[in-house]
């Protein structure tokens, strides 16, 4: 695709090619895909096109982007936006047969696609977008599909004035006819296919995880603790004398198990024993000194008293969206405490009925869910998402 005729490059953020290897790609997809948008892709590499819009390459940044990875997560997000929609409107998703496969992203959260349904040949693919909130003014859903391939797409965005025939719209720009390397990705290299990998869990073993084993047992299996956990450089006892309170036993063995760390990437267990600063206590009355603020401000929607009140809320973990889990310090036995979620983004929900392994346990295999943490989708395979990562000292929290 020459994409000279209507693009000039920036002057400081020139396109940097990337040596694709399309033949590994494609085998890794069981796709071929369309020769625009590899030829774009190998003369430009990842591209930010009309200021506007990421046209995403096979490529890879340690920490910021992986093609694989960014894949595998547009897809499940489209997986389960799609239902929303009535099942006879539904689009299947890659890797689904004939499903919606992702090539770009916009900076107002857009995703485009290509339908590979239309055609056995990709060069016959047609763009499909979500677009994230609806397409103002046109009464249309979010989803709508464009009679337009790659290329075609490309030189509609950037236009002074429509050509005739029109094409199916409404389209995002006019955008301007800039191509720039993509500002995240600077040094962006060749992504390479993973290798396929022999399952972690043999059959029996995914079975205790998932279904009939119980406690440590088999949350062990289905999120293997580290060989040496971190909880900071001081002792129970001295954070049960600052605290003035002992903490519920099956905290203490799950926390010398795993030590701080991070639940699937979401669910943040603060380190219980460091000394000096960012230590439990600091974070402890951060939390509960915002609690009481919103409390005065609106107390209709924060009902909770906070420690160290009697029966007050004191937290131990909180998400990466800013929920909080902790317990009701409810009477003088700390193993009697009820565990309770304070989440971001709804009304407060009642005290959990299960203690925080079995809690824990059952999040991490996918049957259990409550307002405040995140479920996962029905697609999700538990035993891919479940997993702890293990923090050292330089941790903040």
């Known amino acids: 695709m020459d994409v000279a005729a209507f693009t000039t490059p920036h002057p400081e953020r ?55 990875d960014w894949l595998r997560d547009t897809h499940r ?30 900076r107002g959260t857009d995703v485009l696609f290509w339908d590979t349904s239309v055609s056995e040949n990709p060069n016959e693919w047609t763009v499909v977008v979500n677009h994230s909130d609806g397409i103002p003014g046109s009464g249309l859903r979010p989803w709508h599909r464009y009679d337009l391939t790659f290329s075609g797409y ?7 004035e429509w050509e005739l025939p029109s094409p199916p719209g409404p389209l995002i720009g006019p955008l301007p006819g800039s191509i720039a390397r993509t500002a995240f990705l600077p040094t962006a290299q060749p992504w390479t296919p993973p290798e396929p990998t022999t399952p972690r869990l043999t059959d029996a073993e995914r079975r205790t995880a998932l279904e009939t084993g119980t406690g440590l047992d088999a949350l062990r299996l289905l999120a293997p603790p580290p060989a040496d956990p971190y909880l900071g450089g001081g002792k129970w006892a001295g954070l ?12 203490v063995t799950l926390m010398d198990l795993y030590g701080a760390g991070c639940w699937s990437g979401w669910l943040r267990f603060l380190t219980p024993l ?7 206590l600091q974070h402890v009355e951060s939390t509960t000194g915002g609690y009481r603020q919103l409390k005065g401000s609106h107390p209709q929607w924060y009902p909770l008293t906070t420690w160290p009140e009697p029966g007050g809320f004191l937290p131990f973990a909180n998400s990466i969206d800013g929920d909080q889990l902790g317990w009701l310090t ?13 989440p971001r983004h709804t009304d407060q929900g009642p005290p959990l009925k299960q203690g925080l392994t079995d809690t824990l346990l059952a999040w991490q295999r996918g049957t259990f869910s409550t307002a405040g943490l995140a479920a996962l989708d029905e697609d999700d395979d538990p035993a891919e998402f479940a997993g702890f990562e293990p923090w050292d000292d330089s941790a903040y929290w």
């Open 14 to 68: 020139p396109p940097v090619p990337v040596a694709v290897d399309w033949t590994a790609v494609e085998e890794w997809l069981g796709l071929s895909l369309p020769d625009d948008y590899k030829q774009l892709a190998g003369a430009h590499g990842p591209l930010d096109f009309g200021e506007y819009l990421w046209i995403h390459v096979p490529c890879v940044q340690e920490g910021r982007f992986d093609y694989g």
């Open 77 to 106: 997000e489209a997986r389960i936006e799609a239902r929303e929609l009535p099942e006879h409107e539904r689009p299947a998703i890659s890797p689904e047969p004939g499903g919606l496969l992702a090539w770009g992203e916009t």
């Open 154 to 160: 490309l030189r509609h965005t950037v236009r002074a």
């Open 240 to 251: 049960f004398a600052e605290l003035g309170t002992t903490l519920p036993r099956e905290y």
């Open 274 to 280: 460091r000394t000096g600063e960012r230590r439990y």
């Open 330 to 342: 409810k009477g003088d036995d700390p193993d009697s405490w009820p565990l309770i979620v304070w």
